[in-house]
């Protein structure tokens, strides 16, 4: 393997099991199951490549041929989901701490998942098509979670707090340039991840949003 098909599959694994541990902790103050958890951990980390190789005619997607990437997601639930059982009575005291636990977590999965859905484009010849490619980078960070909470009965969170779509876009647009112009891959990964992780961050912290029509 290529340092950079190493660097990929390194991105692949931490970013399934970020958005895994995101998904997990969504079900659990949903109050699902144990195959609920399972399902969501998994879904919200496949998701968006899902709805990327549809989009390129990738089919079957790319998910079903790496089984990997499934044990990945469903250990990584199912061990959420052990941790949370044992300390289940303190789940309600340590909301505040996991709610910043989902959003370290939520933010590197969208890092991650940003650059390699944007790197999918290079990869099937399509780096002439800037948009395109820009768009399956945000589609594969920000999908899984559409349908995450959706599968919870909420609004999507990419439509409403933190900046979300944009911080995404903005380290699409960034790894897409780099991706062209620089010899350097680890930088060209690392520095989106970087950028998207810190503003996702920090929109977090300071509660930065798109404006929105408040009507009494």
Known sequence: MTKTEI?????????TVAFSVSGALVAIKAKFDLLGVLLLGFITSV?????????????????????YIFIVAVVTALIVFIISYIKRHK??????????INILFDAIGLGAF?????????AYGLKEKNFLSITLGVLTGVGGGVIRDILVNDTPYVLKKHVYALVSIGGSILYYVLRLYSDNALISMLAPIVLIVLLRLL??????????????
């Open 91 to 100: 789940f309600t005291e340590l909301k505040n701490k996991i709610d910043h």
């Open 203 to 216: 929109a977090a912290k300071y509660r930065w949003s798109l404006p929105k029509v408040h009507i009494d």
């Open 47 to 67: 998701g968006g490549g899902i709805l990327r190789d549809v989009l390129i005619g990738r089919l079957p997607p790319a998910i079903f041929s790496r089984s």
């Open 7 to 15: 660097a990929l599959l390194i991105l692949e694994i931490l970013g």
């Open 114 to 122: 940003t650059v390699m859905g944007t790197e999918v484009a290079f």
